[in-house]
């Protein structure tokens, strides 16, 4: 059964500093990879799909790499600005349709 | 834009109630999941449709049910709530069509059961 693990748990980090969020899997036939972004208490916005032919995505101040094989993808944020400070989940999807499996985040805080 | 919409941000139940938690997406899309997301444990399949009338048990369907009679709206059913279903609920939806499969999601409902 795929598991999806994110180290670390929590990041806290003064404002301009460039950083590395990572996310593991455990099954490396995955179709696509995605990263989203969660704010207290509401709901997730994508901000990053790597599908599993693809090395990395960017947008904007985003830049998400996936390595199939090793079964590891990082979100780099660079610039980091106070209002980046959310919960980031990574989650696969084995075959596209199907659910998607979450690892449990990471909480950013970037001080001003 | 995608939008899926969810019928209450908050809602507060009592334990033994039927409680109906209803999703609507505007983008035509076949495929739709219910999450729920709890502190430590993260975020775990409910269930999910692949189309109208069609239903998927996921990772942790006992004590809810669902219903898709109609391919935009995705109604998750908890059949006598109980204080262990006091949680956020995720709605999702994604189309079949578009090679990315790209899950998009609506903003929540913080159910309570007292």
């Known amino acids: 059964k795929q598991e999806v693990t994110q180290i670390p748990a929590a990041l806290s980090v003064p404002e301009g500093e460039n950083l590395v969020l990572n996310c593991s899997f455990t099954d490396s036939a995955i179709y696509n990879l995605q990263w989203f972004r969660q704010d207290p208490g509401k709901g997730l916005t994508s901000l990053l799909l790597?599908?599993?032919?693809?090395r990395e995505q960017t947008s904007g101040r985003l830049n998400a790499s996936l390595d199939k094989s090793s079964g590891r993808s990082t979100l780099y944020i660079a610039a980091s600005q106070p209002g980046d400070s959310a919960t980031y989940l990574c989650?696969?999807?084995?075959?596209?349709?199907?659910?998607?499996?979450f690892g449990k985040g990471t909480r950013l805080s970037v001080i001003a | 834009d995608v939008k899926v919409t969810q019928s209450s941000r908050y809602l507060v139940k009592r334990t033994g109630e039927k409680v109906f938690l209803e999703c609507v997406q505007d983008?035509?899309?076949?495929?739709m999941f219910w999450y729920r997301q709890d502190p430590g444990l993260g975020l775990r399949l409910i269930y999910f449709s692949y189309d109208v009338k069609m239903k998927e048990k996921g990772d942790i369907p006992e004590g809810y049910s669902v219903s898709r009679e109609k391919k935009e709206r995705f109604s998750l059913i908890l059949e006598s709530a109980s204080t262990n279903q006091t949680s956020m609920y995720l709605c999702?939806?994604?189309?079949?069509?578009?090679?990315?499969?790209?899950?998009?999601f609506g903003p929540g409902t913080r159910l309570t059961v007292t």
């Open positions: 983008m035509d899309h076949e495929n």
């Open positions: 790597i599908q599993s032919s693809q």
């Open positions: 999702a939806s994604s189309f079949t069509g578009a090679r990315s499969y790209e899950q998009y």
């Open positions: 989650a696969v999807s084995d075959s596209g349709n199907t659910p998607l499996v």
